[in-house]
């Protein structure tokens, strides 16, 4: 029995009908080839509650309750999905401060904790989670520097974190000086490279320009790298912009209101994006990630009001706005995920 590893996947999450038992060696085929269908993560931070929705022809029907691995959820972040397996993030300890990531697999129940490297008070931080396409190995990326002392020589600081290995290491080549991650920004996992909103702070005149660009790490090869965006996007207000995946692709979205434009990165070098839609709405809406079919999953907001809004997504062409039947939130956020086996064969909450 100890080549079989048994399938415990809840048939409330999916249909997929398989073997009862899947040999070891075949399990990184099994997760590629059978258990693709998407589902979508939404926080609902008023009641630190999480909803995992069928993203297929039900939509949004198919819809459970999902309880995280920990035991005061609250205290956690998501900061990022990749090829099914999710990366949670907490600090506890107001002197002291103690840091913890989770890296969970919803579908089979199986989740690994990672100690974290302490970071001290004041340290500006950007956080990235992906699965190396070649290895399947799950990687956290976590960017430091002291906000105190913007423009010394190597102010920002990378380490990188490998399960295989389950160890963490300084990264020798991080982001050059004068880039700027926004607060506590996480980054979006697409096809084996993970990436940031930031912008660069550029001298001018006595005073200085930021211009929005996007910082991508390639998970095999560990490089850190930059893509410019197209004018309208580099000179526009950083609040505006939000980054998302999209099936395989790396998505921006602008808003300015009414308007809400949608952009994709293509493929090659030097990168290109494409414009792919504008909708113009008649409320204002804030992005929070995309369905399998390309529509737009928005958090409606309410003027004037304590709680926040609720969440809808918005087919392009007609734009009508169908309500996801989620109890209203001060705020949402939303991660897609795929079924995946990876992880099973780790003890549930072993440590790293």
């Known amino acids: 029995m100890s080549d079989y590893i048994p399938l415990q996947i809840q048939s409330k999450i999916t249909k997929i009908r398989m ?12 997760s590629k080839n059978f258990l693709q269908q998407q589902h979508l993560l939404a926080y609902h931070d008023r009641e630190h509650r999480y909803d995992s929705i ?3 022809d039900t939509f949004p029907n198919q819809k459970v309750s999902v309880t995280i691995p920990v035991n005061q959820q609250k205290d956690y972040d998501i900061i990022g999905s990749s090829h099914g397996l999710l990366c949670l993030y907490g600090e506890f300890g107001r002197y002291v401060p103690r840091c913890k990531a989770i890296i969970w697999n919803i579908s089979v129940r199986k989740a690994v904790t990672v100690v974290v490297l302490k970071m001290g008070v004041g340290l500006h931080k950007a956080f990235g989670f992906g699965v190396c396409c070649g290895t399947s190995d799950p990687k956290i990326v976590k960017i430091t520097c002291n906000d105190t002392d913007l ?24 982001p050059r000086n ?3 991650f926004l607060c506590f920004r996480i980054a979006v996992a697409v096809d084996g490279g993970l990436y940031w909103l930031a912008f660069n702070r550029i001298p001018i005149d006595g005073g200085f320009r930021s211009d929005n ?29 939000s980054i998302f995946k999209l099936r395989e692709s790396l998505v921006v979205h602008a808003f300015d209101f009414p308007c809400s434009v949608v952009w994709m990165m293509n493929d090659g070098v030097p990168k290109m994006f494409t414009k792919l839609f504008v909708i113009d709405l008649p409320v204002c809406v804030i992005v929070r990630g995309f369905r399998k079919s390309g529509e737009p999953i928005y958090e409606t907001v309410k003027e004037h009001q304590e709680i926040g809004g609720r969440l809808a997504v918005c087919e392009p062409n007609s734009k009508n706005m169908v309500d996801l039947g989620i109890d209203e939130a001060f705020s949402f956020s939303v991660f897609p995920y795929t079924e995946t086996l990876l992880l099973l064969d780790k003890p549930d909450l072993s440590d790293f």
Do not use: K
Request: aromatic fraction near 8%; charged fraction near 20%.
């Open 19 to 30: 073997l009862d038992y899947i040999p070891l060696e075949i399990q990184s085929e099994s």
């Open 54 to 56: 069928v993203d297929d």
């Open 151 to 174: 423009m010394t020589s190597n102010r920002w600081h990378a380490e990188v974190f490998s399960l295989s290995t389950g160890a963490w290491r300084r990264h020798g080549n991080p």
């Open 178 to 180: 004068s880039i700027q």
């Open 213 to 241: 660009l996007i910082i991508s790490f390639d998970l095999t090869s560990e490089e850190f790298g930059e893509v410019n965006l197209p004018d309208s996007l580099a000179q526009c207000s950083h609040s505006s912009l």
